[in-house]
C-alpha cells in the first residue's frame, strides 16, 4: 500500500517561493511521481513530473520556476516554486500511478490528472498567492 502526505503549502505574495513536501510511504522506486494542482472551479492539471531515474518534465507555465525532486531514498518528493505568480493558487497534490509506468513522463502527467480515481493521491495542501 503506497501512503503520501503533502506539506509545505500556504499563503505568498506574488514573486515570492514556497516549497512543497510529499512524505511518500510504500514501494514507488520503479515509477513516477508527480504533482498536481487544482484552482477552484477549474480541472486538475499536472504541473511536474520525476521518473525513476531523476529526469523530470514541467507544464509550460512553470517551467524555469518550479524544480521537483526526490531524495535518494525515494521517501519525499519535493516542489520548489519559485516567481510564484497568482494564477499558481490551488489545492496542490502529488501522486502516483502505477499504471502509467510504460508511457512517456508528459503522457503519464496527463494521464493521471485526467483520472484522479487511479493511483495513489495525497489529501492535498493549499496554495495562495496574492498580489
Known amino acids: 500500500q503506497v501512503h503520501l502526505v503533502e506539506s509545505g503549502g500556504g499563503s505568498v505574495q506574488t514573486g515570492g517561493s514556497l516549497r512543497l513536501s510529499c512524505l511518500v510511504s510504500g514501494y514507488t522506486a520503479d515509477y513516477y511521481l508527480a504533482w498536481f494542482r487544482q484552482a477552484p472551479g477549474k480541472e486538475r492539471e499536472g504541473v511536474a513530473i520525476i521518473d525513476r531515474d531523476g529526469d523530470t518534465e514541467y507544464i509550460e507555465s512553470v517551467k524555469g520556476r518550479f524544480i521537483i525532486s526526490r531524495d535518494n531514498a525515494q521517501t519525499t518528493l519535493y516542489l520548489q516554486m519559485n516567481s510564484l505568480k497568482t494564477e499558481d493558487t490551488g489545492v496542490y497534490y502529488c501522486?502516483?500511478?502505477?499504471?502509467?509506468?510504460?508511457?512517456?513522463?508528459?503522457?503519464?502527467?496527463?494521464?493521471?490528472?485526467?483520472?484522479?480515481?487511479?493511483?495513489?493521491w495525497g489529501q492535498g495542501t493549499q496554495v495562495t498567492v496574492s498580489s
Open positions: 501522486a502516483v500511478d502505477r499504471g502509467v509506468w510504460r508511457m512517456t513522463a508528459l503522457e503519464a502527467l496527463e494521464k493521471m490528472a485526467a483520472r484522479p480515481g487511479f493511483g495513489y
